[in-house]
């Protein structure tokens, strides 16, 4: 992508009318890839030695780019198989054009080989001199160039060829992108699309507090040590202990968006479109404007241009006015007619230009914000005409107007994907689509609540009609026809569709070729679930009967099967584990799947092979199935499982499936090594090997294991390709062939897929017996290292091992665990067992006895394994959720459903540490209330209509929130009476409902039901009948709770201060609920080419080698731009990374821009509130201060504690860490007694959740008593560094560094104290002509601040001077010139860089 200047990440302007659905592809392709190598990276993604490796960074033309070029090769194997590897080599050096637009100054513009002549055109829309031109093409040498054509392809365009703009004649179409670009640079600094959730726009409010972009203030700023002028003072909501908790702080007021009026009205005239007599001369449309001037105007688009008629409101004369000011473009003709439309459109270009791109790029989906402004609500012609049509994205801009869905969603995924280039041209298609689909789905959903939409079913009642909307199918979650009749009704409608887009995204993740999915979105709106499908082909002409040719229509009553779908579906099997079955049909003959059976398969028109209805991927939970005849093993029972469900479609999570067979595999593993022991030892007998499985089998339950992260289970360990599961991380150790990493005895499975060593934990929750655990295990049988190598090699020939006495161990270990295998490793499920109406062929009675077991048992594990794994990482703080959306993404990491949340808090309260979990309690006790409320809000919102939306939902928020005890629903007044009240009408709407029930609900009422949905959804008791006493128990905050139920129904409301204490009146009026959004759930495609890099990349980093990491990565950030254009989660995440390895090697210009992209990033695509956005706040804050800004490092921590107050609370461990980093700051610019208040807080906190013999408090000691040091207050500074000492000597003995440090600081603390009590004597004894000793009170030296601040933030330093870095470059490049001689075996002296000099204990 052409970028202006080189740190842009290439950015599309949101105001890109002609972006042609984007062939040209959303920017940010800043690869300028010099050459590509290959990896050899067995990463668990089939295409093991393939990965490309594409090097450069994407800034160009900059000279210390040139040695980054190649040290890129230091990653590329010239091992035995560099033949094989395809090297891609593409010639793309950027290069330099002139551009010469009319009226302008010939400017030199970078661009690159690949990019499209359409590509330059954005630029230019978006520059501040050109921005004004739309209508317009490139000429070379007098030939116009094509706007598809690539640069490349273009005869005699090279390095300084001159290209210039020529206007060209509007049409139509051209003339209503010009308004509407026009229109869009007008609206460019107004926040209110960010505020109406339109137009993926989104709010940021980053620039307000670094007063715009960091880095030129970086060198602005700079003038000595600004210590005098810094203001430090935080407002005193943000001091510790302060319980006010406002909201108005929430959003900033930016005084940019105090919107500079360049007209007052621009809108299309009443005398559209012009009449056939004018059409003749060229009139394309008539635009009505009044200027700032009061001067009211009628404007023709001409083919020549605009210029003025001599219309009036009431008559038309399409005339030219005199002087008519013919203009090519809009903004020079108002430029002619209103010097305020002049000055202030200069003016507002300027700022728009200034701004930070990320701060103006859409987001792929959109971001609703809970609050909002009152917003005054200004005339626009775009909006109206676009809320008219149902033009989506740029439809005008598509031959064939709206989009066939279906047909892109699977064009997108036949595209090839052989090589990186090719996969990331798919990929990026395939992202393209779906988030213009979501779009699109959110749209539509919305239409047909609203009523906008005609059913296709018109007659039938409202809960069945199906509407099709822009060729997309829309049904309602209720169960029509009776169709889950048997499985739980209406709760399991609503259950379904988000069964289904689980399995969607789970086979579209898998991505086999030839099977298809449907595009999926579910959306809920005003209190409706609606599902929003793409169409096949022909699928509306037929039956339901005979289009399906696999699977079933009536949940397992008939069956049929394909062979070609078994075919499709077989290569499923592996990485989504599920097993191929047979069942019974009606005519009780055998009938093959490989799915469950509402899976169904119909053939489309296009011949394409689709499976859709896929809510039964995954097998059942059966701690919420309870099924008659059928025990839960004892670990379930413990914890009052079977419970019943709403619904009988509750399913295991994904997530859950990956780490029980990775968790058996371990066990398998083991189990093996241990009968090859035996063997060894009684060569002669056989008679404990029995014994032995028996005992690993009662305790394979309660093994513990750390390793449940997202990997893969292949048959055979020593596949290269570990298998295809999309989802499996990368292979960090590089290794091939699995018998290479056995030697490790610690590594107790070599499965090339796993991500680093995986230590088998002797858990602490007690539960296990077994003495044959963990490491005990491995000290007890001396040479199980080399029993495990047996192992292994028995278990790779794919068990066609000559040895009967080893298949035998293998059998019995395959036996043990439940393999459905007898000569490998190989675990799946049968989704159908205890489906109702599912019956299986006598033959396989063993079999579904098998499944059986395996289901129990996964169920067994998920509460006695990743229950208590869970709660163990909050314990030791590598899992920290902050708010409810954090919590819930815990839980399902670990394949833990919400419906666990109950059971998981029970679990808490009888942990014996509940004092070091009481975040994490309350964090969940709020999940769980908010999602009770929004339980009863679904159906409560249901039965309001239209006109009564903001006065119903303002009274369930008082009913929740308020302590006004009868909170009465204001009735709207009707402020429209009408003459006739007939009451006939019937409301065809969905969200009709001609009710007032609503307004009878109470708070008491309320509050009851919340305490019953607890008990029976959640199995949890509330015992509370009123929000402040649930406030007052659980320690909640009521502006927490609001958060949390406006975030989950889509609630946006009115920013201010409510008093939600106030006993005389309701906090919420009507006129403070603003709007309710939709809240969407869909598929996110990924970018793996760009994953596999970023996680390589972390690897390196881990191992310490920080160049080739940071290589790495900026390689990823390159792909993941590649594939998600400039704005993605990832992308943020990329950046972060980017930013702190900057800092660590000592770039903190490079580390504070990056970091700020991070920022902009996070609150621009997860929100200005979210927990990550607080936490790269944070990150920010400390470059800022290691760049010498201080008073912007104050600032943002002040923001993120600010945010960190209202998403959870004081309460929190994350909060120590906040406290130590503002009190260090203060600490250094003096401002001692503020200090003191942070740190001391952050003592107390670090105190309750590390307990008091931790490193973290011995820490916090040590900064108190340098505070304290600073005020001369040596006796406090005295008391505190003793207890740090303690703490040190304790746990790390006398002769640690730390302990001796502590030890020095106290002699020198003691003498200070000896020093001041004579000087004091001094003065007592001789009165004021005392000789008084100069004490030294020091300022901290930054330097000194910054040591401990990168302490307390985990960052280490590898201190290298020059020369070290000159010798290690000098390395690198000898390591390259060694590969490149296919020298592969690495030097001796090549140990990574030796970290040990300054970590940080902790």
Known sequence: MVSKTDDIPASVPNCNPVDLADEAGDGAQDCKESSKTHLKDSCGCGHSADTAMVNGDGAHGHTEEAESKQDGNGEADGGEDSNEQEVIVIQDTGFTVKIQAPGTEPFDLQVSPQEMVQEIHQVLMDREDTCHRTCFSLQLDGNVLDNFAELKSIEGLQEGSLLKVVEEPYTVREARIHVRHIRDLLKSLDPSDAYNGVDCNSLSFLSIFTDGDLGDSGKRKKKGNELEQIDCTPPEHILPGSKDRPLVPLQPQNKDWKPMQCLKVLTMSGWNPPPGNRKMHGDLMYLYIVTVEERHISVTASTRGFYLNQSTTYTFNPKPANPSFLSHSLVELLSQISPAFKKNFTALQKKRVQRHPFERIATPFQVYSWTAPQVDHAMDCVRAEDAYTSRLGYEEHIPGQTRDWNEELQTTRELPRKNLPERLLRERAIFKVHSDFAAAATRGAMAVIDGNVMAINPGE???????????????????????????????????????????????????????????????????????????????????????????????????????????????????????????????????????????????????????????????????????????????????????????????????????????????????????????????????????????????????????????????????????????????????????????????????????????????????????????????????????????????????????????????????????????????????????????????????????????????????????????????????????????????????????????????????????????????????????????????????????????????????????????????????????????????????????????????SELWKNIASEAQSYYHFTIQCESVDQVVEKYGLQKTTLLREISVKTGIQILIKEYNFDSRHKPAFTEEDILNIFPVVKHVNPKASDAFHFFQSGQAKVQQGFLKEGCELINEALNLFNNVYGAMHVEICACLRLLARLNYIMGDHPEALSNQQKAVLMSERVLGIEHPNTIQEYMHLALYCFANGQLSTALKLLYRARYLMLLVSGEDHPEMALLDSNIGLVLHGVMEYDLSLRFLENALTINTKYHGARSLKVALSHHLVARVYESKAEFRSALQHEKEGYTIYKNQMGEAHEKTKESSEYLKYLTQQAVALQRTMNEIYKNGSNASIMPLKFTAPSMASVLEQLNIINGIIFIPLSQKDLENLKAEVQRRQQLQELGKSEEPTEDTPLELEDKIPID
């Not at 829309?474 to 709760?491: K, Q, T």
């Not at 809510?615 to 029972?637: A, K």
């Not at 490790?744 to 230590?759: C, I, V």
């Open 461 to 1003: 009642e409202t809960r069945m009609q199906m509407f099709i909307w822009n060729n997309i199918f829309f049904s309602l979650g209720f169960d029509v026809r009776d169709h889950y009749r048997e499985l739980g009704g209406d709760a399991a409608a609503h259950a379904a569709p988000t069964n289904d887009l689980n399995g969607v995204r789970a086979y579209g993740a898998v991505d086999v070729e030839g099977l298809y999915t449907l595009g999926t979105v579910v959306v809920d709106y005003r209190g409706y679930r609606v599902t929003a499908q793409s169409i096949i082909p022909g699928i509306l002409e037929r039956e339901q009967e005979q289009s399906v040719i696999y699977g079933s229509i009536d949940f397992g009553k008939t069956v049929v099967s394909h062979s070609k779908y078994l075919e499709l579906l077989e290569k499923t099997s592996r990485p989504l584990k599920v097993q191929r079955h047979s069942v019974l049909n009606e005519k009780n003959d055998n009938v093959e799947l490989c799915s469950s059976v509402e899976c169904k398969g119909i053939i489309g028109n296009d011949g394409r092979h689709y499976i859709l209805d896929l809510l039964r991927t995954f097998p059942p939970d059966l701690n919420f199935l309870p099924v008659d005849g059928e025990v839960l093993p004892p670990e379930s029972q413990r914890q009052g499982f079977p419970r019943q469900h709403r619904h009988r479609l509750a399913c295991l999570r994904q997530e859950l499936i990956e780490a029980f067979v990775e968790h058996r595999y371990l066990l398998f593993m083991k189990m093996a090594a241990l009968q090859l022991m035996q063997q060894k030892a009684n060569k002669d007998t056989k008679t404990d090997t029995p014994a032995i499985t028996e005992t690993s089998e009662s305790t394979s339950e309660s093994k513990d294991d750390t390793a449940p992260t997202q990997t893969a289970s292949s048959d055979s360990p020593s596949a290269t390709e570990a298998s295809t599961d999309s989802t499996s991380p990368a292979d960090n150790n590089n290794t091939t062939a699995a018998s290479q990493t056995a030697t490790d005895s610690e590594e107790t499975s070599s499965k090339p897929a796993t991500n680093g060593p995986l230590e088998l934990a002797a858990t602490q929750n007690g539960e296990c017996k077994s003495p044959l655990e963990g490491k005990e295990l491995e000290e007890s049988i001396p040479g199980l290292a080399q029993a495990k190598e047996l192992a292994e090699t028995l278990v790779a020939e794919d068990g066609s091992c000559i040895d009967p006495k080893s298949r035998e161990v293998v059998l019995n270990a395959c036996k043990a665990v439940g393999s459905i295998s007898n000569t490998s490793f190989d675990i799946r499920f049968n989704p159908d067992i205890f489906s109702p109406g599912v019956r299986f062929p006598d033959d396989s009675a063993d079999d579904v006895q098998k499944q059986k077991q395996l289901l129990k048992d996964a169920a067994a594990f998920l509460v006695s394994c990743q229950i208590p794994s869970l709660v163990k990482d909050c314990l030791d703080h590598s899992a920290l959720p902050m708010d409810g959306a954090t919590l819930t993404e815990a839980l399902r990491q670990r394949g833990i459903n919400v419906r666990y949340l109950g059971t998981v808090l029970e679990f808490v309260d009888k942990t014996p540490a509940k004092g070091q979990l009481e975040h994490f309690y309350r964090i969940g006790i709020s999940e769980l209330i908010t999602r009770c409320a929004k339980h009863i809000f679904k159906t409560y919102l249901q039965g309001v209509e239209l006109s009564a939306l903001s006065a119903a939902v303002s009274h369930f928020l008082n009913c929740f929130l308020s302590s006004f005890p009868d909170a009465v629903a204001h009735l709207p007044p009707d402020e429209l009476v009408s003459r006739r009240k007939s009451r006939k009408r019937r409301n065809r709407v969905p969200g009709g409902g001609d009710n007032t029930a609503w307004a009878s609900l109470t708070p």
